[in-house]
Nanobody, 120 residues
Framework: QLQLVESGGGLVQPGGSLRLSCAAS????????IGWFRQAPGKEREGVIC????????IFPDSVLGRFTISRDNAKNTVYLQMNGLKPEDTGVYYC?????????????WGQGTQVTVSS
């Protein structure tokens, strides 16, 4: 069974940090671009950041520039999203997804999401 599983979400105070993980099973992530998306309550899902198969990263909203970074460990078949300086507006369900065609192409596999809540 091909699937992506996110973990690492939770409740954090403003200014805090979280590291999300996206682990793949049933396929290898080596040749896929992996994107992180989020959906806040009452809002549409938006792209956050993506890492290509070669390791380059693409950041979608300027709001996370300088605060979020993405990395991949192909040996562990896992991609990580490091989130620092978290703000209440970062609250939402975070999803990872895999794209064979690259960060700007359609995504083939999606995880079930992990909740991130930034609140004091």
């Amino acid at each position: 069974q091909l699937q992506l599983v996110e973990s690492g979400g939770g409740l954090v105070q403003p200014g805090g940090s979280l590291r999300l993980s996206c682990a793949a099973s049933g396929f290898t992530l080596d040749y896929y671009a992996i994107g992180w998306f989020r959906q806040a309550p009452g809002k549409e899902r938006e792209g956050v950041i993506c890492i290509s198969s070669s390791g380059g990263s693409t950041i979608f909203p300027d709001s996370v520039l300088g605060r979020f970074t993405i990395s991949r460990d192909n040996a562990k078949n896992t991609v990580y999203l490091q989130m620092n300086g978290l703000k209440p507006e970062d609250t939402g369900v975070y999803y990872c997804a895999a794209s064979w065609g690259g960060c700007q192409d359609e995504y083939d596999y999606w995880g079930q999401g992990t909740q991130v809540t930034v609140s004091s």
